[in-house]
């Protein structure tokens, strides 16, 4: 009988721009990356703040956003495990392009500019990772840039809904989001953000309960938004 071992898991595990490195270095990363610990809330770091390390998100979610002269928010972006961030400032050795908070309670570990750089250079399989991250950012910005040209307010409401259900196929799939955090992420007002809430729910495509969204009809949200059938 075949008895099959528990994978082997490390603070890496999942990883994806870790994942071909050898064991010895992955234990190298992790002895010098720094744990980190997050409250709900708490900012991680701010736009134009010096680049210092890469953050590899373990546990919780961090929203990813620019802050307007008015100090109002854009979400760019919801980062979950086992996603990364803070790359971009230290490959253009330059700021933060954007500002991070932990919208849950997080563990990450931070690893160095410096710590990332040597093991880049001395590990150049770890550029295929790199350049796959980046290419995937610009795409994602390609994308949000079509978007605020080509849907409406209630179609970026209904793309957005359906990124944050991500790849669930459950008929319901719960967003622990408010009316004003998807106004960030959507880029409108929260009053026309709640009225394509409304106009959702009434079609029976969702339903709000408190501060959660209960999506109920993902296909319908897909169509509204423009996106292929799967
Ligand atoms: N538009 C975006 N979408 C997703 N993530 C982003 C976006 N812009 C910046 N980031 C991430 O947010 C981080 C902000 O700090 P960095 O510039 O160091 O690295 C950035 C990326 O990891």
Redesign the pocket.
Known sequence: MEVRLPEPGDALTGVEMFAGLEPEVRQRVIAAAVPRTYRKGQLL?VENDP?ESLIVLRRGAVA?FRTAPTGERAV??VIRPPDV??????LDAST???S?EAIEDCTALALSRGAFMELVHSNPRILDAVMRSLGG?IR??TE?NADHVFLDLPGRVAKTLVRLAGESHAPMITIELNQSQLAEMAGGSRQSVNQAIGSFASRGWLRTEGRRIVVTDVAALRRRAGMNDR
């Open positions: 770091f680049g990813v760019l972006s961030l803070g790359e971009v400032s230290l933060r392009s954007a991070a950012l994602r910005l949000q």
